[in-house]
């Protein structure tokens, strides 16, 4: 198919978000918890499925953006945007200090960092008590209209336009990064990490940069969460998150970023109806999907819609 | 002092039962290379079935231990055997979401066949109660566990180092393709030893059930504890992660013991710190 072809393609999803808020308006929370989903699970695709850096401990970039934007919120700053750039920033000294750590040593150590650096901070959160209200979360948290016009209401119609707006932006933003001279870089460091260095690209230097990129996007996505929802738990910091990520990542497929919105989408739609049913259920299924996708499947969703493409363009 | 003598062999038990819980990990993640999280789970299933046999048939206690190793020894056979064997050399996300998927999996299965509320067991008569020894009180399970658990550590020092299997063992891991070449059967050591070490984690699960208890959640609540033994441990001998489990051990007690508010956060620390500055474990030699 040819480039032309293939542009409404890349309006699809924004088109099925848009007919989603009309056509499902009892069911703007989920489609919420989706495009924040989504937002984290494209934050994962810029570290894993670019730089080819595995992380266990991602959700811990996503819950100090939802404590950094929950906390200002609380205490007297609930203007929204600013309270995303906060996160944001927050966020990204976090990865840029924990970087070096994580980087230092071989893949194996790396990733081991990576999950004792988000139980650490999981720990933190849960004995600092007295600041992130520990175990019963962070309460009272008051966000004023976005721009100064939209109210969250209690439908949540606010809620969900202000997730996907931000989604929207940031998206873009990551397919302009990803198709730069830095992000094809970081895509030949993944590729031949031997051979990066050699033709001159300052492999440390760039992925530090990708990492601290990736934990901005996560702290982001944990800000809305926490803004959308008024509240933040100890939930926000949980290995189960950063797990959840890498399947919803796994599951679209990786390096694509649409494949982070078709992962997120579908794991989450999947898990609202099955762990209705039975919560056991959910997790079997769970299990037999990531293990059928790490000894067959790499392209995940997004691998399959371009074998079919394929074949039906040949 | 007599407080603190109990806590250091309340501590010294855990870290052995800790041991024998880990040391198969740190034979497929320090020597084969291949992240397993799903080591926990050949735990749990011993623990499952060590409760089971003990509560519900009134098997002894001795025979449950060994059905549970035998079980989880099986599982872990079949399961490298059909699964695990299709990982070996693929990279570390596919390992991590692969184990990942069979911790789920696992755990759904305990879960619908047991429910998710802890296991109890009745420990029979010779092992519960308490002894005096010089004025210092001691748990009869403790000094059991102790036992039990260093003829287990001596048995596999003895073995990795004295025997044909341990030589063919480390041949195989430190260069895969000269052993093969040298006509070892590389994939069928490495069947063995990864079913030997689910065995071993299927005993330490059975122990476990009376200290650290046991629910479907078990894999995913000790995997650092596993995580750490290993790292700090490193994989190059039985001694390594024996040291590295006893230090875990007698850290943990104590700091619960006398610091239950820090909780957690320093073994998580201890182990991002150790990870960082002894990337090879703690009795590693300098890298030359």
């Given amino acids: ?314 | 002092m007599a407080a603190a003598v109990t806590v250091l062999l309340d501590g010294i038990a855990s870290g052995m039962l800790l041991f024998v819980l880990s040391v198969g990990l740190s034979v497929t993640l320090g020597l084969m290379n291949v992240v397993n999280l799903a080591h926990g789970a050949f735990g749990m299933v011993g623990g499952y079935v060590c409760a089971v046999l003990l509560n519900r048939a009134g098997v002894p206690f001795v025979v449950c231990l060994l059905a549970a190793t035998l079980a989880a020894a099986l599982l872990g056979w079949v399961l490298e055997r059909l699964l695990y064997v299709r990982l070996y050399g693929r990279d570390h996300l596919d390992q991590v979401l692969f184990s990942i998927g069979l911790v789920f999996v696992l755990g759904a299965c305990a879960d619908w066949l047991m429910g998710a509320r802890q296991q109890l067991i009745q420990l029979p008569e010779w092992l519960s109660g308490r002894v005096e020894i010089a004025g210092v009180g001691l748990g009869r399970y403790r000094i059991f566990l102790i036992l039990l658990c260093g003829a287990v550590a001596a048995g596999l020092h003895f073995g990795l180092v004295r025997t044909r299997f341990g030589a063919r063992l480390r041949a195989a891991v430190d260069d895969g393709t000269v052993a093969r070449g040298m006509g070892l059967p590389v994939g069928r050591i490495f069947s063995l030893t990864f079913a030997l070490g689910s065995g071993l984690a299927g005993l330490g699960g059975a122990l476990g059930v009376e200290v650290l208890g046991l629910d479907p959640n078990f894999p995913l609540k000790y995997l650092v504890y596993f995580l750490v033994v290993v790292a700090v441990g490193g994989a190059n001998s039985v001694a390594g992660p024996f040291v590295a489990a006893i230090l875990l051990g007698v850290l943990d007690v104590a700091g619960k013991y006398w610091v239950p508010q820090v909780g957690a956060f320093v073994i998580y620390t201890a182990m991002v710190a150790l990870l960082l500055l002894r990337p090879d474990g703690l009795l590693a030699k300098a890298r030359s």
């Fill in chain 1, 1 to 314: 198919m040819g480039r032309l072809m293939r542009a409404p393609l890349h309006a699809l999803p924004w088109l099925a978000a848009a007919a989603g808020y009309f056509l499902l308006p009892e069911q703007l929370p989920l489609l919420s918890s989706i495009a924040i989903a989504a937002l984290f699970t494209v934050s994962l695709d810029l570290i894993v499925g670019y730089a080819g850096v595995v992380t266990l401990g991602q959700a811990a970039f996503f819950g100090a953006g939802a404590y950094t934007a929950g906390l200002l919120a609380q205490n007297g700053w609930g203007e929204p945007l600013s309270g995303l750039l906060a996160a944001a920033a927050v966020a990204a000294v976090l990865g840029l200090v924990t970087a070096p750590l994580v980087l230092r040593s071989g893949a194996l150590a790396g990733l081991m960092v990576t999950l004792g650096l988000g139980l650490m901070l999981y720990e933190a959160a849960n004995k600092a008590a007295a600041i992130t209200g520990g175990a019963d979360g962070l309460q009272g948290v008051e966000v004023w209209p976005v721009l100064g016009v939209f109210r969250f209401d209690l439908y949540g119609q606010t809620a969900y336009l202000y997730s996907l707006a931000v989604l929207f932006v940031l998206f873009w933003l990551a397919k302009l990064i990803v198709a730069s001279p830095y992000g094809l870089s970081l895509r030949g460091i993944n590729g031949n990490p031997r051979r990066a260095p050699a033709l001159g690209v300052p492999v440390k230097a760039r992925l530090t940069a990708a990492y601290a990129l990736a934990a901005a996007y996560a702290g982001v996505a944990g800000a809305l969460l926490a803004q959308t929802t008024a509240f933040v738990s100890l939930d926000a910091l949980s290995f189960q998150r950063s797990a959840d990520g890498l399947l919803m990542l796994v599951l679209g497929g990786l390096g694509s970023l649409y494949g982070a919105l078709i992962g997120a989408a579908a794991f989450t739609l999947a898990h609202h109806a099955l762990s209705e049913a039975s919560p056991i259920f959910w997790q079997l299924w769970l299990g037999i999907a990531l293990i059928a996708l790490a000894l067959f499947g790499r392209g995940g969703l997004m691998g399959l819609l371009r074998k079919l493409s394929r074949s039906r363009g040949a």
